[in-house]
């Protein structure tokens, strides 16, 4: 019998779809209040736009090339023929409601594509948006990942992300009024955290009452303004060992019926600055896995929870479409 210690995205799927789905991922030309003069013009002090493109992205390319391309492999590469088209670039909940359904419905429209799934902002889900993502909710399976990176307000205004943590909360608290399901990314090991803020981070993802968690390690990417303070030493990246820690630490606190999406993230080689280690996925993964086999904890141990309670189905699935 497998060890299972998380509640992972495949188990999640399968519960869902009742077979294994691949997430495709887009580059969808988005735009962002962070860069665009609206909020700021700098972005967030660790993002390089480029580190988000999907492997096999050729400039010029439409949508329904890019599935064409992505869906090809992952059939060739994993016998899978079901797929959610997964918009990563910029903020894709940002900018003309007609254009942005455009894009939604080509994603939508292609061969063995079931779902969709969105990254955006706190910031970026005005009444307008919500009703139409809440409709489009109804007629497929959709995903919002929101960029929550950390509950700390003192840290979010060093990686100049231009919200706060209460906009977090009010953003969350809108998709769950509308049925539609949410996730959340985080960053672990941002310069100014400590084991207390991954202890305030989980307990404040815990009241969001958010379905799935996206882990991922602070990277430093070229031509970012971390990367300059990086450079001049002005802190020092976490070690491979303290990450695994910390992402032990958070998972002990997060409810099990939360999905985890991810545990680690990197951007590709010819971007990466530090940490090298960053860049060996697997490596990092299989060092979670293992530390967590060999402490024997799992997801919500801190909190109560018994091991066997991540084998139970979903009762409550925060989703109103129907599946085929």
């Known amino acids: 019998m497998e060890d299972t210690r998380i509640r992972n995205l495949n188990s999640f799927f399968r519960q869902v779809f009742g077979r294994k789905i691949y997430k495709v991922g887009l580059w969808g030309g988005f735009s962002c209040p962070n860069r665009d003069g609206t909020l700021s013009s700098n972005g967030c002090t660790f993002c390089n736009p480029l580190s988000s493109h999907p492997k096999s992205f050729v400039e010029g390319k439409s949508i329904t090339q890019q599935l064409t391309d992505g869906c090809r492999y992952i059939t060739w590469r994993f016998s899978v023929n079901s797929f959610i088209s997964y918009f990563q670039d910029y903020t894709t909940t940002y900018g003309d409601l007609l254009e942005l359904d455009a894009l939604y419905s080509e994603a939508l429209s292609y061969p063995g594509v079931v779902g969709l799934s969105l990254c955006t902002r706190p ?47 009010n953003s969350f608290r809108a998709l769950h009024e509308r049925n539609i399901f949410s996730a959340a990314h985080m960053i672990i090991g941002y310069p100014g955290s400590t084991r207390e803020t991954v202890l305030a981070d989980a307990a404040f993802i815990r009241n969001t009452g958010t379905d799935g968690v996206k882990l991922q390690n602070l990277h430093i990417v070229r031509n970012t303004t971390i990367e300059s303070r990086f450079s001049a030493d002005e802190f020092e990246l976490i070690s491979m060992d303290e990450y695994i820690n910390m992402v032990i630490l958070f998972l002990e606190h997060t409810e099990p019926d939360v999905v985890i999406l991810r545990l680690t993230g990197e951007a590709p080689d010819k971007l990466t600055v530090a940490p090298q280690w960053s860049l060996h996925k697997m490596t990092i993964l299989n060092e979670i896995h293992g530390e967590m086999k060999e402490r024997d904890t799992w997801q919500g141990k801190a909190l109560g929870f018994s091991k066997s309670t991540i084998r139970e189905p979903l009762a409550n699935i925060r989703t109103h479409w129907r599946t085929d």
């Open 123 to 169: 910031d970026c889900l005005p009444e307008s948006v919500l009703d139409y993502l809440e409709d489009l909710s109804r007629r497929t399976f959709l995903w919002l990942e929101v960029g929550v990176q950390t509950s700390d307000d003192g840290i979010l205004r060093d990686m100049n992300r231009c919200h706060t943590s209460l906009d977090t909360v």
